[in-house]
């Protein structure tokens, strides 16, 4: 299905938020769909937008209405069930406008996690996409909390965040199948300044972090 939204194509806190939460769980993949030979073109593209997340109560809360809001289009959510592991939702979206505009703005078509990059936005709106970034990717690294990512432009702007905001972290990279992973985060006693600085919605991410922080 086709649609042909109108929506605000300028950086603002809502887009950069919504941006990091694609950068970590979302996917522009590079989809094409073989049609009737009696057609012209035998070959179609599709231009569809995913986002997935083990939380369906995420997705209902924080994605779709923050999607609308901005797209002025609703996702509908899907339930991918894997054996031997706990089901994950997505949402979808077919939309060429809103697919194309992404990639404008500097998402990654296809496998985007080794090469996925930061786009050119604003500094201001810096603490919104690493929030969208975190409330995905985020999670326990040892004792604390941070990114692990196989994306070093990822793992530089978490730095760089970090850096601006005087937050205490630590980064480790590491090898493996020849390539180089990158783990950001902030030790346990130094966690909770995150929230000073970063506006992260994720309810299971905040209450992980202020549970685990030091009283």
Not at 40 to 56: A, D, E, L, V
Request: aromatic share 16%.
């Amino acid at each position: 299905m086709k649609y042909d939204p109108k929506f605000n194509k300028m950086w603002n806190k809502d887009l950069a938020y919504i941006f990091g939460l694609l950068l970590g769980d979302g996917s522009l993949p590079k989809s094409f769909t073989k049609r009737s030979k009696k057609y012209k073109n035998p070959i179609q593209k599709r231009h569809i937008i995913h986002f997935f997340s083990g939380s369906r109560k995420f997705i209902e809360i924080i994605y779709i209405p923050l999607f609308k809001k901005i797209f002025k289009l609703r996702p509908r959510i899907e339930i991918k069930k894997r054996k031997g592991y706990k089901n994950r939702y997505v949402a979808t979206i077919e939309s060429k406008k809103i697919y194309e505009f992404l990639h404008g703005k500097g998402f990654t078509i296809g496998k985007k996690a080794k090469i996925a990059k930061i786009p050119n936005l604003p500094k201001k709106y810096y603490s919104y996409l690493l929030a969208g970034l975190l409330d995905t990717d985020g999670g326990k690294k040892g004792s604390g909390f941070g990114l692990s990512t196989a994306s070093k432009y990822l793992a530089n702007f978490c730095i760089y965040c970090f850096n601006k905001f005087n937050l205490n972290y630590n980064s480790t990279p590491w090898y493996y199948n020849d390539h180089i992973y990158h783990q950001v985060y902030l030790p346990r006693k130094y966690m909770k300044d995150l929230l000073k600085f970063v506006p992260i919605k994720n309810k299971d991410k905040i209450n992980f972090i202020k549970l685990n922080s030091p009283r």
